[in-house]
């Protein structure tokens, strides 16, 4: 018992009745057994005492008093009857009948002796039996004597007389006999009775002892439930201050969510009283009323136990109410528990309007942040934009008038106003970069590169720069050379360009060097391989280091003003290598330096089997008849004459809506759709061009843009156009687009079959190859053809494949417009059209007669 | 509690009885023709003789008698008495004592209240299964109580009561 109640302080009141409970058990058991103990005892001294105040008080059937009475008058009866004889002997002419009758009396007496059951006790004593049986004898001897005549009784008498003295003798043996019985009877009595009272006594004492014992219990059991009352109370009163303090407001509730807890935190959070809310309904009170009919099923389908409530799902956000009508948000968790009589729920909530004010805040700072960001990138690109196309003007302008009769004076003249008009361009191309990087949109072409060959050009490039600042130039290999690498050239010239370039611009009559090393390490299975630009320039102060790639940063004002530059190369250069997975940095010091190296992790690449020579010359498109429909005059008399120079035929409307209605009056072979313009944009035009019935509703369509974001480029193309051409135009991508124009189904019959093509690809493999390969290719275009000429539904969408294997094979005899055409059905099975790929299914056997017929007399002609 | 029931019954009873039985003249203004076996004395109405009531076994017989089945502690075995209640006798004799003194032929005498007296107990029996009791059975008249009904009967006072051989009762104040 003690050891069980130090023990309780230390363990949680729950705890503290389960060790309790076990010993309950065995002290009942002994509660009940002296109980019962006493019970019998009971019963046992008052059944004793019982019989000790019968026997006292001679409630019991009691004959001995009568029988000791009997005993005693034999003797007298005896002499009555001898004194009678005597008298009778004395006196000759006496009455008979008194002694007859003393003979009645002593004869009922002792026949009475005889009888009785009662006086069948004294026969345990010998003498008596045989005085009495002697009497008997006697007595019934004398019977005849006494009911014969008076003169027989008469002569009698003395007989009678002599046997008078052994009579008396008789019944007084008969009498002491019996004295001496009861009283032997009476001490017996005595002795059982002091037994009885002795036993009494005995019970009396167990009595008392057992009752002691159930008080002792008794008490014992009062003091343990008062120490129990008091732990509980203890618990109970650390609990309630552990529910006051807590800053947490915790709500316990029975399983019909009426209050029976509320705490302190919970009364400042609610602004309700535990008083006001105590039995009452809680959801009621606290729920938002647009919210109750779903907490109140909500908290339904938690007392049904079905899942997918908060129940146990820890901390969860809801809208809550104040007394005061006031809506604000809590994070709150639900759990169940019991306390023993009834299932609970317990609430743990607290008010996090501060907190979820904060957070929007925050989000609202970020959105305002993110919009200013897009604004800006938004902004830079419409600028550069607007800056580009009357700059595509000027330098369109410029290359024809490059191409009229002019004087060595006005020839350099334009040479050097295109080249301020390029860099112009350039700088507007920096601040598109910055926009593109921003909206994430950087691709990169990695492809096997010479590093040493890109290093001297570049600073073969650079060498003219370099020498009028009076600055030398070199490069050199650190270590083990790494000769070819995979990366995208173009950007890691970008990248030291713009590095070469400030070094440059910053050592005047210095020397730069640049060193490339494979670094010792490696990224992801890669070579690391380290550029370092070192100048002995001007250097950068420490200030200005830790922000050198930030974008618009010039290292100082006057100076920057005085080299030149927007600020943005080294922002735009950082992102590149970052793009590259590498990284930048820079060490300097002023006065003397600085260093800018960059590690870009590269697999190492492969020399190709042959090097790439310069471009071939670009081949020219047959003549087209194209309309053009751009809405700035400048530019549209720069795209006329590029194109006519090519020997295209040029119609030229001014805004859209001039364009959809020349197109829908005659079929052109292209049509070049500027994309920016007022009233019917480029794209909408399109539209109508496509979805009309015009005569040009099927020609390709190319879009003229200054926006090359390539998200835009995807607008382009789902609005139904081809390709897409960015402004400035410029005259080799223009050549490039029409040569690779896609294929119409109405275009002349020279475009079937691309002959050069097939002639190509007819030497490459051998005649014996090519008669066998015509042959397949015959065979499997029939086949395609059975079989999408009944297709409709689902399987149209899903015959791109098929379609594009065989746009493959006609690739390799030059069929292009069987080609075109597959690629077109291929296209529209992707976007799900089926009404377009149906439609250009069904072209496919007229284009196969034609291809094949071409073929056919082509392959005969070699 | 039960004793003022018969109590307060004895009076009901003693109050009816005149109505319902011969006349106690009738019994009492006889002579005794055989031996006389009773004699009343005392505080009495009826008698027969010089200031007393005297009856024969015949006279006894005339009066309502009663059979009480028992055993008694004197006798072996249960046995049939049959004899006049006391209280009917009492009546018959316009008896006016409060108590009774019996006395037998050996001249044992004891006092009995009249207000121990039953209606039906004791009686003055006369016959012992059928038979005239002998002097030397007890007889002729022995004042029987039904020991066997009730411990009430079985206890030394009702014991020294119960007179055999009697032949004498006195009536006193």
Not at chain 1, 200 to 213: C, M, N
Not at chain 1, 345 to 351: E, N, S, V
Not at chain 1, 426 to 432: E, Q, T, Y
């Amino acid at each position: 018992m003690t050891s069980s109640e130090q023990q309780t302080p230390a363990e949680s009141s729950l705890n503290a009745q389960l060790a309790t409970a076990m010993p309950n058990r065995s002290r009942r058991v002994i509660g009940s057994a002296l109980v019962i103990a006493a019970f019998l005892l009971f019963s046992l001294t008052g059944l004793l005492g019982y019989r000790v105040v019968t026997n006292f008080s001679g409630v019991q059937p009691e004959a001995s008093d009568n029988v000791m009475w009997s005993l005693s008058q034999v003797e007298v009866d005896a002499s009555d009857f001898n004194n009678a004889v005597k008298e009778a002997l004395l006196n000759p002419d006496i009455d008979f009948n008194r002694l007859r009758l003393r003979f009645d009396i002593y004869y009922s007496r002792v026949n009475t002796l005889r009888s009785s059951a009662h006086y069948r006790k004294v026969d345990a004593i010998p003498a008596f039996t045989a005085s009495l049986n002697r009497t008997w004898d006697v007595l019934q001897g004398t019977i005849p004597l006494i009911d014969g005549p008076d003169r027989a009784l008469a002569a009698a008498l003395p007989e009678l007389d002599s046997q008078g003295d052994e009579l008396r003798e008789h019944a007084r043996i008969l009498s002491i006999s019996g004295l001496k019985y009861f009283v032997q009877s009476a001490d017996d009595n005595r002795a059982a009775i002091s037994r009885m009272l002795l036993q009494l006594a005995g019970l009396a004492v167990l009595l008392f002892a057992t009752l002691t014992a159930l008080a002792v219990y008794v008490l014992t059991i009062y003091r343990k439930s008062r120490m129990r009352g008091v732990a509980l109370e203890q618990a109970n009163k650390r609990m309630q201050t552990i529910l006051t303090t807590s800053l947490d407001g915790v709500i316990v509730t029975d399983m019909n969510g009426r209050v029976l807890e509320f705490n302190k935190a919970a009364e400042r959070t609610f602004g309700y009283k535990f008083s006001e809310v105590l039995g009452r309904p809680i959801i009621e009170m606290v729920s938002p009323d647009d919210a109750l009919q779903h907490h109140l099923s909500h908290a339904e389908r938690i007392q049904n136990r079905e899942t997918g409530t908060i129940e146990g799902k820890g901390r969860v956000t809801l809208q809550a109410k104040r007394a005061n009508g006031e809506i604000f948000p809590i994070e709150l968790s639900i759990q169940r528990a019991d306390d023993g009589q009834q299932e609970l729920f317990i609430a743990f909530l607290h008010d996090i309007s501060k907190r979820v004010a904060a957070e929007n805040e925050l989000l609202e700072t970020r959105d305002r942040a993110l919009a200013g960001e897009r604004a800006k990138a938004e902004f830079l690109t419409v600028m550069s934009h607007e800056i580009r196309t009357p700059l595509n003007g000027l330098l369109g302008n410029l290359t024809l008038l490059h191409d009229t009769p002019l004087s060595d004076d006005q020839t350099r003249y334009v040479r050097n106003m295109d080249i301020s008009g390029r860099v112009l361009m350039r700088h507007v191309d920096s601040v598109l970069d910055i926009a593109r990087f921003q909206s994430g949109a950087l691709e990169f072409d990695i492809a096997c590169t010479d590093l040493g060959l890109l290093l001297t050009e570049l600073i073969n490039s650079q060498i003219g720069q370099a020498e009028q600042q009076g600055t030398q130039l070199c490069w050199n290999w650190v270590g083990t050379r790494m000769e070819w690498g995979r990366t995208d050239r173009a950007a890691l010239e970008q990248v030291l360009l713009n590095l070469l370039g400030n070094a440059i611009k910053f050592t005047p009559q210095g020397s730069v060097d640049v060193e490339i090393e494979r670094l010792p390490e490696t990224e992801d299975n890669k070579p690391v391989i380290e550029l370092r630009v070192i100048d002995t320039g001007i250097g950068i102060s420490p200030d200005d280091l830790d922000h050198v790639f930030d974008d618009f940063v010039t290292s100082d004002t006057s100076f920057g003003r005085a080299t030149g530059g927007t600020g943005l190369g080294l922002g735009i250069t950082r992102r590149i290598v970052e793009g590259l997975g590498g990284t930048i940095g820079v060490e300097s010091t002023p006065g003397e330096g600085s260093t800018f190296w960059v590690r870009l992790p590269m697999e190492q690449g492969r020399a190709p089997g042959t090097t790439p020579t310069a471009d071939a010359h670009r081949p020219i498109a047959d003549k087209l008849t194209v309309l053009l429909v751009e809405d700035n005059d400048i530019n549209r008399e720069v795209a006329t004459a590029l194109l006519r120079k090519d020997g295209h035929t040029v119609v030229s409307a001014h805004d859209g809506q001039t364009g959809v209605e020349s197109a829908a009056n005659a079929r052109f072979d292209l049509i070049l759709m500027d994309i920016a313009m007022p009233g019917m944009d480029g794209l909408q035009a399109t539209r109508a061009i496509r979805c009309g019935d015009g005569a040009s509703r099927n020609v390709p369509i190319i879009a003229l843009s200054a926006n090359i974001l390539p998200q835009e480029r995807e607008r382009f193309l789902a609005a139904g156009m081809n390709g897409f051409l960015p402004k400035p135009l410029n005259i080799d991508e223009m050549r490039d687009a029409l040569f690779n124009l896609p294929a119409s189904p109405q275009r002349t019959d020279t475009q079937i079959i691309n002959t050069a093509q097939l002639s190509a690809n007819r030497a490459g493999m051998g005649e014996e190859v090519f008669q066998t390969l015509v042959e397949r290719f015959r065979s499997e275009v029939e086949a395609l053809i059975t079989e999408v000429s009944s297709l409709t539904g689902d399987s149209l969408d899903t015959i791109g494949a098929r379609l594009h294997t065989v746009a493959g094979s006609a690739a390799i005899f030059g069929a292009s417009r069987l080609r075109h055409t597959l690629l077109a059905a291929e296209n529209s099975a992707k976007a799900q059209d089926r009404t377009e790929t149906r439609r250009l299914l069904d072209e496919l056997p007229v284009i196969w007669n034609d291809t094949r017929d071409k073929l056919t007399s082509l392959a005969l002609a070699a | 509690m039960t004793f003022t029931i018969r109590i307060v019954l004895s009076f009901v009873i003693c109050l009816l009885l005149p109505l319902t039985t011969a006349n106690a003249a009738d019994v009492v203004t006889g002579e005794p023709t055989g031996d006389v076996i009773l004699t009343v004395s005392g505080k009495i109405s009826a008698k027969n003789a010089e200031d007393a009531a005297q009856f024969d076994i015949e006279m006894l017989r005339a009066l309502s008698a009663q059979p009480v089945s028992t055993s008694t502690i004197w006798t072996e075995g249960v046995h049939v008495f049959t004899g006049v209640p006391l209280a009917l006798l009492l009546d018959e004799l316009g008896s006016s004592g409060s108590t009774l003194r019996a006395l037998a032929i050996n001249d044992y005498a004891i006092e009995v209240p009249v207000a121990d007296i039953g209606p039906d107990y004791p009686i003055l029996a006369y016959e012992m299964n059928g038979k005239p009791m002998h002097r030397r059975d007890k007889g002729p008249l022995w004042i029987i109580y039904p020991y066997d009904a009730s411990p009430d009967f079985q206890t030394s006072l009702v014991y020294s009561r119960s007179v055999w051989q009697l032949d004498r009762i006195e009536v006193l104040d």
